[in-house]
């Protein structure tokens, strides 16, 4: 029993301190109860297969993949619009969708979900998305408990009467106590999170600049001004044929810039796909296909007319006519003095051939030359725009003594969303939520969400299987997977049964609110340090026998236990969608014990004064 409390309060230091990182403390914790002989290696790692670390790994990339293609933004846009520019109104907004949501879906279900709409919606007020994000997982913890479903220590308590011999809890039943949950908790979040989370400085990596967007660029070198997009029907000349060999810079005096292949069933949504081409000399044209053409619009529509091609007549629409960016981008280079295509024409350099990158602009004393630029001869310090695949475009960093590489085109790769995909994205979710919401489907919530996550892969809302990986966290994974197997070391060893023993022989004598206050906050203080689930499973049967050994309604004392269970918001790895949250927001621990430990205290002592009035005993 000592080796384990010693263990347990030199992880709570360090995870306090600050001064080691979460996952390595949990880590070392679980290792220290491994080499002590308090667990085998079995219980030492049942953590890491249990459902909820299963079901936070496919929720990050469900996440990552409304995010990646754009779901998240179209979603806070609509947001925004009822939220405007005010924060008060934005975080008053945060926390009654979160609660509306979270009292159907699981919290951490919840909280990976909204994650991703919440950075986009802070970054449209320019806002730190830290000063929103611990709120939002405090409100799906407190809307967790609206429903029986809400949370698992929920069913915890719903079982544990069950099994007693005691009638079911409703569905609804827990809804009084939410709503309360919310209330309060909102009214302490909003001053709160004000005064500790207000952080000036950078926002998130997501958001900081590293140069001009690329939309910006388009619009300053007057790109779309030019653009035309072409389409090639079934019965254009151009079927078959490969780009280099029509020369249309040379016949037309317009240049190709890429190619839009779209391939898509019309029986299956999902099979839709699009497929951005640069407009390589051997791409071949097919049916169907999109040319982005940039040129007057007098021998953009000569070359149309001989081909067989449908002009759209989108180009006074920049949505439509500028450039999209998928697979290829743009990016400026600089040329330096040190280079060898000083005094070479952009024909000559052979752009296309050497690199695979066309030249749409060339930036030469704040003028912009558009026209005729194959002819143009380099100069030092010119500002050439090239645009090409992503990946060629990072090549370009290699060569310093040629160029130099305005902003970090691969950190903007990462950030353009693969829009097309957004609706996809929202069947995916919306079925995952369905799953999780009707019981009448027979399929387990964390089958759900892996076959989310894999839907999330297979239907292209990634661009390839290791962007996937990277959505995931796996600091908090493994904090919370390495500190499970906590709460068996307890309960092996007698501290949990210690604690419960107290408890009734202290306070039993008493009145039973002073009883239920005890098991309530017990239940709080273990929840700092191990999680909320395994905290519940071990005080439920604590409190039933409290009850019934002071002869009173059992209703109160396990509703005791999953608030204070549910109620922890002083540690990051409590609960998960405290974990969630953690890495996005840029939190430490003391960050948590600043907000959430009044957030805690005062809102146990609130549901300690309400639960009798509620569920009397």
């Known amino acids: ?342 005094n070479k024409t952009i024909k000559e350099v052979e752009f296309r051939t050497k690199y695979n990158l066309s030249v749409l602009g060339i930036c030469r004393n704040n003028k912009y030359i558009l026209q005729g630029i194959a002819d143009e001869a380099i100069h030092v310090g010119d500002v050439l725009l090239v645009q090409g695949s992503w990946d060629h475009i990072g090549s370009l960093e290699k060569d310093n003594n040629e160029w130099i590489v305005v902003g970090r085109p691969l950190e903007e790769a990462a950030k353009v969303t693969l829009d097309y995909k957004a609706p996809v994205a929202a069947i995916i979710m919306l079925a995952m939520i369905a799953v999780m919401v009707f019981d009448f489907i027979p399929i387990a919530p964390v089958t759900a969400v892996m076959i989310a996550g894999l839907l999330m892969v297979l239907t292209g809302c990634f661009r390839n299987v290791e962007a996937a990986y990277k959505t995931i966290n796996w600091e908090s994974i493994v904090l919370i997977a390495a500190m499970m197997p906590m709460s068996v070391a307890l309960q092996k060893t007698g501290v949990s049964e210690w604690i419960s023993g107290s408890l009734v022989s202290t306070l039993g004598g008493y009145s039973p609110m002073l009883l239920m206050a005890g098991i309530y906050f017990t239940t709080s203080f273990m929840t700092m340090f191990i999680s909320n689930t395994a905290t519940a499973v071990l005080m439920a049967p604590i409190a039933m026998s409290a009850a019934q050994q002071v002869a009173v309604s059992p209703v109160p004392f396990l509703f005791a236990v999953t608030l204070g269970a549910s109620l922890c918001f002083a540690s990051p790895f409590s609960t998960p969608p405290n974990a969630l949250v953690m890495p996005a927001g840029q939190y430490k621990f003391s960050d948590y014990v600043k907000v959430g430990l009044p957030l805690q205290i005062i809102l146990g002592i609130v549901m300690i004064l309400v639960l009798p009035l509620l569920f009397p005993f």
Request: aromatic residues 6%.
């Open 1 to 342: 029993m000592i080796e384990t409390v010693v263990i347990l309060l030199l992880s709570v230091f360090f995870f306090i301190s600050g001064k080691v990182r979460s996952d390595i403390v949990a880590l070392c914790s679980l290792v220290a109860l491994m080499v002590l002989g308090i667990l085998e290696p079995a219980e030492a790692l049942s953590g890491f297969s249990n459902n909820v670390i299963i079901m936070m790994v496919g929720l990050f990339v469900v996440g990552g993949a409304i995010f990646q293609t754009g779901l998240a933004k179209m979603i806070s846009s609509k947001l925004m619009k009822l939220a405007g520019n005010s924060e008060t109104k934005l975080f008053i907004l945060v926390m009654v969708v979160t609660s509306l949501m979270g009292a159907f879906v699981s919290n951490t279900g919840t909280v990976a979900i909204m994650i991703p709409i919440v950075v986009s919606m802070a970054m449209s007020v320019k806002m730190n998305p830290s000063r929103l994000l611990m709120p939002l997982a405090f409100a799906s913890s407190m809307s967790g408990m609206m429903t029986l479903i809400g949370t698992p220590p929920n069913l915890v308590i719903n079982e544990a009467l069950i099994n007693n011999g005691y009638e079911g809890l409703g569905f609804f039943t827990f809804l009084p106590v939410g709503l309360i949950c919310a209330f309060v908790g909102t009214l302490l979040l909003m001053p709160l999170s004000k005064r500790f989370l207000s952080k000036p400085g950078a926002l998130s990596g997501a958001s900081a600049s590293s140069g001009k967007s690329l939309k910006t660029l388009v619009k300053e070198y007057g790109i779309a001004n030019n653009l035309h997009r072409l389409q090639v029907h079934s019965r254009s000349l151009l079927i078959g044929k490969m780009i280099g060999e029509l020369d249309v810079r040379n016949n037309f005096g317009i240049n190709i810039i890429e190619v839009r292949h779209i391939e898509r069933t019309q029986r299956n949504i999902l099979s839709k796909n699009v497929v951005q081409e640069a407009a390589d000399s051997d791409t071949i044209l097919r049916a169907d296909d999109m040319l982005y053409v940039s040129g007057t619009d007098e021998k953009v529509r000569l070359f149309a007319s001989q081909y067989n091609l449908e002009v759209l007549n989108d180009v006074e629409d920049e949505s439509k006519s500028g450039l999209d960016f998928y697979d290829i981008g743009v990016a400026e280079i600089v040329v330096m003095s040190t280079s060898s295509v000083v």
